[in-house]
Nanobody, 124 residues
Framework: VQLQASGGGLVQTGGSLRLSCAAT?????????MGWFRRAPGRKREFVAA????????YYADSVKGRFIISRDIDKNMVYLQMTGLKPEDTAVYFC?????????????????WGQGTLVTVSS
């Protein structure tokens, strides 16, 4: 499984960005969970959002709930993170990840595959 994240960039406070993650290496990601994590400068990587591939159950960190939306396109094997109301504290490298046997999708140990990350910078 390979994951390619894209869509990062520089945006002003209050702005929006959509991150994309292309998942390849399998014809189907049934039973997987797909997640987004981020690592801000000087901080540990943290959970942002996750979605179940089979059923669109979604999970969010409290810090992004109501501002970010995770979605997936089964036909294209794509995962998206729509980010609105961006704040300077959202500045981070964002990683997409795939969990073949998800149990607790908010934890990094659930995820076996990681993309390379895409940088999001929110200016004040």
């Amino acid at each position: 499984v390979q994951l390619q994240a894209s869509g990062g960039g520089l945006v002003q406070t209050g702005g929006s960005l959509r991150l994309s993650c292309a998942a390849t290496g399998r014809t189907s990601f049934a039973d997987y969970a797909m997640g987004w994590f981020r690592r801000a400068p000087g901080r540990k990587r943290e959970f942002v959002a996750a979605i179940s591939w089979n059923y669109p159950n979604t999970y969010y960190a409290d810090s992004v709930k109501g501002r970010f939306i995770i979605s997936r396109d089964i036909d294209k094997n794509m995962v998206y993170l729509q980010m609105t109301g961006l704040k300077p504290e959202d500045t981070a490298v964002y990683f997409c990840a795939a969990a073949p046997k998800p149990t607790y999708v908010r934890q990094e140990y659930d995820y076996d595959y990681w993309g390379q990350g895409t940088l999001v910078t929110v200016s004040s």
